[in-house]
């Protein structure tokens, strides 16, 4: 297959879909932006919210909002994230404990590339724990390194590794506020008495056919009945749940 030509052909489809999109939600837009102006007020709107439905939400939900630009990346072919490789040495692996040091851990272990992912407590359940590969400083949300746990000791693991293709010939934007995020998914989505476990700003997409995957900076929304939410982080649009990120 000519991998050159399918990653255009992929890029020119998400671009005209984004073209489509960004007509739709132009007023949503503008609403955004009148809220971005008022942070404090957007805030307390959350909040009053919140009381209002009985919904539960962390303290430490983030504060900045860096300029970001959509990314096309390829995966490595030499990595097949679906099949387990055991491990010529095994060893027991505790959040917990290992917290801070988690590069040094995974730099133990032989695994190519190691030092580039982050762990996830979010999506690590089941004697799975899962990390996710990097991209300045923020994760790609599909693109994650899984160590597998068996009897107490970490025996095997599953590797996703993509290289970035293109940030495209876009401009940055500024991402959107993840109250307006929250407020949004409270208002048309969550039922009365949802707790939200997490909200990270990060990099979202899809696989399909090809190697190559289009990302959309994205906050992610988890909740405690493990639903994930991805809400646009340009846009503001909410992508149906997903079951543990899966």
Known sequence: MDWSRAKTILI???????????????????????LEANQSATAEELQRLVKSKNIQVPADIPKELP?????VVKF??????????PLKTHFKFDPLINKGSFKDVLGRTGIAHAG?????PMTSLGGTYVFHQMYRSLPMFEV???LIEE???????????????????????????PYIALR?????????GSVITGVRLGYHGQ??????????????????????????AFNGAVEEPQQNNK
Do not use: C
């Open 12 to 34: 020119m489809s998400f671009l005209l879909l984004n073209i489509v999109l960004g007509i739709q939600l132009w007023s949503s837009r503008a609403d955004i932006l009148e």
């Open 67 to 71: 300029r970001l630009k959509e990314i």
């Open 76 to 85: 490595d072919e030499n990595l097949t994230p679906e099949e387990p490789i």
């Open 116 to 120: 580039e992912y982050q762990f996830d």
């Open 144 to 146: 994650q390194l899984e």
């Open 151 to 177: 009897n107490g000791q970490v025996t095997a693991y599953r590797q996703g590794y993509v290289e970035v293709q293109s940030e495209n010939d876009q401009k940055e934007q500024k991402v959107i506020s």
């Open 184 to 192: 949004s998914m409270i208002e048309n989505y969550l039922p009365s």
């Open 207 to 232: 696989v399909y056919n090809s190697q190559t995957m289009y990302m959309v900076p994205s906050w992610r929304v988890s909740l405690a009945n493990g639903d994930v939410y991805f809400v646009h």
